[in-house]
């Protein structure tokens, strides 16, 4: 995973950003499913993170569900600073996309043209509610 022209939220000289992404699985009405973050890389504009992150949907949820990734600076002494956000939506895991690494726009309240790069993969359980 990676972000692209990631803005300087940092105010102090010589500080740019702090990135970390939050990735979350949500449902058609926003609800967040399941939810992980990755570490944030100190001070740097273009982070890359080799991560995996791996996200459970809950039993008896719609399939599938839409993917939301957050990129935040982590802050020590306020909080963290929303810098952007994209959503996708999944498409059951024959996307076309699944497993690739793809580049994705984020909509930005605080800078445009800036992007994410990463490859997400979906599986479905082969049997659900097994057992007693
Ligand atoms: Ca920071």
Redo the contacts with the bound molecule.
């Keep these: 995973m990676a972000a692209f022209g990631v803005p300087k ?2 105010t102090v000289a010589g ?1 740019r ?2 990135p970390y992404l939050s990735v979350a699985l949500v449902d058609g009405g926003g609800r967040v499913l399941d939810q992980r973050q990755t570490a ?1 890389v100190m001070n740097t504009m273009n982070p890359v993170w080799q991560e995996t992150l791996v996200l459970h949907l809950p039993a008896g949820e719609r399939w599938p569900p839409m993917l939301r990734i957050s990129l935040w ?4 002494r306020s909080a ?2 929303h810098i952007g956000t994209t959503e996708i939506a999944l498409s059951g895991g024959n996307g076309g996309l699944d497993g690739l690494v793809s580049r994705y726009p984020m909509e930005s309240p605080v800078k445009s043209g800036m992007t994410a790069s990463f490859r997400y993969h979906c599986s479905q359980p082969l049997f659900e509610g097994a057992g007693k």
């Design positions: 939220m940092d500080k950003s702090d944030f600076d982590k802050d020590f963290d600073d």
